[in-house]
């Protein structure tokens, strides 16, 4: 069993910057790691992806603004989100795929998931 724990999400102001975090139960090198946002009534979008050996990969709708990295003695995951908009408003979702260091951007294709946090942004 692997727990995700996020941290780290917050109110921000329009064009400003955030960092949340995700600490992992177990060791992350050889997991694919993902971030995901819902809103309500919505399905989890992915925000980006970090497979096995550390390459990031991120939908085109979200490159440019986010950054996703990992820190393995830590076992945590970071996702830092620059220029934010209010259409970034969402719960961001910490997850991990344990079965095979592969990256889909599909939220089906992952094992475990945090509770996420609470990413508000205002005009």
């Known amino acids: 069993q692997v727990h995700l724990v996020e941290s780290g999400g917050g109110s921000v102001q329009a064009g400003g910057s955030l960092r949340v975090s995700c600490k992992a139960s177990?060791?992350?090198?050889?997991?694919?790691m993902a971030w995901f946002r819902q809103t309500p009534g919505q399905g989890r979008e992915a925000v980006a992806t970090m497979d096995g050996p550390g390459n990031a990969n991120y939908p085109d709708s979200m490159k440019g603004r986010f950054t996703i990295s990992r820190d393995l003695v830590k076992s945590e995951l970071y996702l830092q989100m620059d220029n934010l908009t209010l259409g970034d408003n969402a719960v961001y979702l910490c997850?991990?795929?344990?079965?095979?260091?592969?990256?889909?951007?599909?939220?089906?294709?992952?094992?475990?998931w945090g509770q996420g946090t609470q990413v508000t942004v205002s005009p």
């Open positions: 177990g060791y992350m090198y050889g997991w694919c």
């Open positions: 997850a991990a795929k344990v079965t095979s260091p592969q990256c889909f951007f599909s939220a089906v294709s992952f094992n475990y």
